[in-house]
């Protein structure tokens, strides 16, 4: 049998393909890879078709492709063979209250304030130090027997200390950075489990455009305007109570 040509297409067939095209591809936008049920055909659904072939109105080269063939891929609409002509579903995280409230949870805070207690205790002892030696050498004047002899052991005693609280910023610094790396290790696994279960694909991270700056210095007010990735966008895209949900943090 005779395939009747495209372009002798009825024009109410036409209309007829046009309600598929438009039907199928709503119900591809929103499929999920992950834990997707298919949903029952009903009299109203057209298909189910493998893809289909739309016509460009406007091709970008003259001598280029005068159409579009589009399928479903992985759950997802496909326009090409390219791996980047996907449809992805996206999601939108405010990684500054995630992450502030997960360094305020009880395991987080526990460990700087071990470390502030430590480093305490040394500065204190270095202040028992020099309260020795200031017994030790009463009334001292320039004119004193013992003042080059005391003028060496004050000299010593302020250069370790300094030394050793270079030693101990370092140290603290280095501490703070593990733990900022360690809160953000959560983060990002938190937001694995969440954007697997809800079938995401890609996660963007930003600051809440709508929120103050709080900012004292004209560098803080840029970086949270630079934080700011996304200006706007639908609240159905925030998973960040989802995040914190996962990591048990308040909200």
Known sequence: MSRTPARLIAPDRLIAIAALVLAAASFLMNSRPQGAVASPIT????????????????????????????????????????????????????????????????????????????AKKDDEAFGKRLQELQAKYPNLTPQSPDAETAQREFTALREEYNKWREGAVRLSEKFLAEQVEAAYRQLLNAVE???????????????????????????????????????????????????????????
């Not at 326009?79 to 360094?103: C, N, Y």
């Not at 954007?195 to 809440?208: H, K, N, Y």
């Not at 004209?218 to 109570?241: K, W």
């Open 43 to 118: 009299a109203n659904d057209l298909g189910p078709a493998d893809a289909l072939i739309l016509n460009d109105a406007k091709p970008k080269k003259a001598d280029g492709p005068t159409s579009v063939k589009v399928r479903a891929e992985g759950g997802r609409v496909a326009w090409s063979e390219q791996p980047t002509a996907r449809a992805w579903a996206f999601g939108v995280v405010h990684v500054d209250k995630v992450m502030k409230a997960i360094l305020a949870t009880p395991s987080f805070v526990e460990k700087r304030e071990e470390m502030e207690r430590d």
């Open 193 to 251: 489990i969440v954007s697997d279960r809800e079938g995401i694909d890609v996660v963007l991270r930003t600051l809440a455009p709508n929120e103050s700056f709080d900012a004292k210095t004209f560098i803080e007010a840029r970086d949270n305007v630079v934080g700011r990735v996304l200006l706007r966008y639908p609240d159905s895209l925030d998973l960040t109570d989802a995040v914190m949900k996962e990591l048990s943090l308040p909200q």
